[in-house]
């Protein structure tokens, strides 16, 4: 697994873009495209969902009202599989009226078909929480400023 060059850095950065944009406008067609017949989506509770179940559950519930990430970090398996991690933080409308963001890690894999076009293949977010252990000394290291 190598980091994504710039020009696929940029695709990956795009479709993902595209998938954000989609969400929140609940355009189906554009999630249809984007979404591989085989995706599986994985909530931040542990919900799993299929590509129809996940299509359903935005056209019926309009959850999304802004999806924010942070910096991601975009590697590659050969030429056609890709891995992005990363931060979000999902504004969405509650269940009972209201609004809430959710806040976490995502990773996310795509596969690059024969005509060029990322589809996304898999999601799942990870909320943040409480952390049990202490920062390792490495961790401690990477984040203090240079």
Known sequence: MTTASPAVAEE???????????????????LDELFDDSLVHIHAPGLVQDKQQLLEHTATRRPYL???????????????VAVIT?????????????????????TQVLHREANGAWRFISFQMTPYGEQAWPSLPSEQRASDPA
């Not at 802004?66 to 056609?80: C, F, K, N």
């Open 86 to 106: 990363g931060p979000i933080a999902n504004r969405m409308r509650a269940p009972g009226g209201g609004e809430r963001t959710l806040e976490g890690v995502v």
């Open 66 to 80: 802004e999806i924010t990430r942070g910096d991601l970090d975009l590697r590659v398996v050969g030429d056609d």
């Open 12 to 30: 990956l950065l795009a479709a993902e873009r595209r998938r954000q944009e989609a969400l929140i406008a609940v355009d189906l067609d554009a």
